[in-house]
Structure formats: structure tokens, C-alpha cells
């Protein structure tokens, strides 16, 4: 069930906002059909908000608009894990390489903040939590790479990693291992090892794909 939303933002993004969130966290299954006449009455707005949120999570590819303008949740494949990866793959050692290159002190010290609160996350079983702070994390080392494009490409992938994470049975039995290379990579950003820093990542993400492949339910 969706909380009825209030005024802080507009309701379009609030609507987006909890709408997302509910597919993420896996309230709304794959393949369940979505009404904007339901949602509006969950939400206690008009549909027209929702049409608009609906729209913005079928551009981030969570929802499809199918003929007949039905919306169902996305599924997912272990060929669309893949698919996702590839891309992480080709993207995230390169975001790692110009951060670790330009790192200031502070921003090392907000990473690992990031990786503190992930860690106790997950000595709290709070996998909702644990899952924030690994988008946090990705898109924080993005964000620092100095290349707005870059940036939102793999925030954007990062949102697709979440659910697979979400709907895979890896989560659990492989954060700890997650979190160890999320150390070896900050390592790497402490003494400004770009090189270094893109070799890590690139075996992060590829032994995050193989993992979860491996547990795709």
C-alpha cells in the first residue's frame, strides 16, 4: 500500500518517488500490472501526476508501456543482468580512474562515510539501507570523475543494479565480500592510484555480475 503523498515537492516527482520505490524494494512485482486509476487512489491524486511519473519510470526502464497503454512492472533476465554489467563494465573503471586522480581529502572522507553506513547496514540485516549506500557509493565515485555524462550514465545503470540486487538471492551471502572490495578500492583512492583504482573496479563490478548471475532466482 502507498502513503498518501504531501507538498514538498510537486506530485508528479513525489508520485515517481514512492512509485519507484515500491518496485525497488520489490513491493511491486515483475510483471504486475500497474492501473493509474489505483495508483491515483493510493496516492490520493489525480492521475495525471501519475501519468507523469509512469512515463519518467519507463524512460529508467522499471515500467513498460505496453499496447492498449497498460503499464506492467519490468522483468528481469539474467540476459538483462548482462546486458547491465557490460555497461558497468565498460563505464564504472573509468569513473574510478579519473576520481582516484583528482580526490580531495574531504570527498575521501564522505566515501567513507558511505562505506561505514553500508557496513552497519549490514551487521543490521537492514538490506534496504545496505542497498541505498551501495548506489550511494557507485554514483558518489561517478560523481567525482569530473564528467557530467559520465556521471549520469552510470547513476543511471545504478538504479538497474539496485532491483537486480533486490530480486537476486546473492545480496545477503555476498555483501561482506562487496564490502571488502569497496575497501580495497578506497585504498586505492588514498594514495591516488588511478590506475590501480580502474583495475579494482573492474573486478568489483565483474565479480558482482558473476555472483549474481550465479543466485538469479
Given at each position: 500500500?502507498?502513503?498518501?503523498?504531501g507538498?514538498d515537492?510537486?506530485?508528479?516527482?513525489?508520485?515517481?518517488?514512492l512509485i519507484?520505490?515500491?518496485?525497488?524494494?520489490n513491493?511491486?512485482?515483475?510483471?504486475?500490472?500497474?492501473?493509474?486509476?489505483m495508483?491515483a487512489a493510493?496516492?490520493g491524486?489525480?492521475r495525471?501526476?501519475?501519468?507523469s511519473a509512469?512515463?519518467?519510470?519507463?524512460?529508467?526502464?522499471?515500467?513498460?508501456?505496453?499496447?492498449?497503454k497498460?503499464?506492467i512492472v519490468?522483468?528481469?533476465s539474467?540476459?538483462?543482468i548482462?546486458?547491465?554489467f557490460?555497461?558497468?563494465?565498460?563505464?564504472?573503471?573509468?569513473?574510478?580512474q579519473k576520481a582516484?586522480?583528482?580526490?580531495t581529502?574531504?570527498?575521501?572522507?564522505?566515501?567513507e562515510?558511505?562505506?561505514?553506513?553500508q557496513?552497519?547496514?549490514?551487521?543490521g540485516?537492514d538490506?534496504?539501507?545496505?542497498?541505498?549506500k551501495?548506489?550511494?557509493?557507485h554514483a558518489?565515485i561517478?560523481?567525482?570523475?569530473?564528467?557530467?555524462?559520465?556521471?549520469e550514465?552510470?547513476e543511471?545503470?545504478?538504479?538497474?543494479?539496485q532491483?537486480?540486487?533486490?530480486?537476486?538471492s546473492a545480496l545477503q551471502a555476498?555483501?561482506?565480500?562487496?564490502?571488502?572490495?569497496?575497501?580495497?578500492?578506497?585504498d586505492?583512492?588514498?594514495?591516488?592510484?588511478?590506475?590501480g583504482a580502474?583495475?579494482?573496479?573492474?573486478?568489483?563490478v565483474?565479480n558482482?555480475?558473476r555472483?549474481?548471475v550465479?543466485?538469479f532466482?
Amino acid at each position: 500500500m502507498l502513503q498518501k503523498i504531501g507538498n514538498d515537492l510537486s506530485l508528479s516527482e513525489q508520485a515517481y518517488v514512492l512509485i519507484k520505490g515500491a518496485i525497488m524494494n520489490n513491493y511491486m512485482k515483475p510483471m504486475e500490472e500497474l492501473s493509474e486509476e489505483m495508483l491515483a487512489a493510493q496516492l490520493g491524486i489525480s492521475r495525471t501526476p501519475v501519468r507523469s511519473a509512469i512515463k519518467k519510470l519507463a524512460f529508467e526502464k522499471l515500467v513498460v508501456l505496453r499496447p492498449g497503454k497498460t503499464t506492467i512492472v519490468a522483468d528481469i533476465s539474467a540476459q538483462d543482468i548482462m546486458k547491465v554489467f557490460a555497461v558497468r563494465i565498460a563505464l564504472e573503471p573509468l569513473a574510478a580512474q579519473k576520481a582516484a586522480a583528482v580526490i580531495t581529502p574531504s570527498q575521501l572522507e564522505q566515501l567513507e562515510a558511505v562505506l561505514a553506513a553500508q557496513t552497519e547496514a549490514m551487521r543490521g540485516d537492514d538490506y534496504n539501507l545496505y542497498m541505498m549506500k551501495e548506489y550511494e557509493f557507485h554514483a558518489g565515485i561517478a560523481a567525482l570523475a569530473e564528467n557530467d555524462l559520465l556521471y549520469e550514465f552510470v547513476e543511471k545503470v545504478n538504479t538497474q543494479v539496485q532491483r537486480f540486487h533486490t530480486l537476486s538471492s546473492a545480496l545477503q551471502a555476498s555483501s561482506a565480500l562487496a564490502l571488502m572490495e569497496h575497501e580495497q578500492l578506497l585504498d586505492r583512492f588514498r594514495v591516488k592510484d588511478a590506475a590501480g583504482a580502474g583495475e579494482t573496479m573492474l573486478t568489483h563490478v565483474e565479480n558482482v555480475a558473476r555472483r549474481m548471475v550465479q543466485n538469479f532466482k
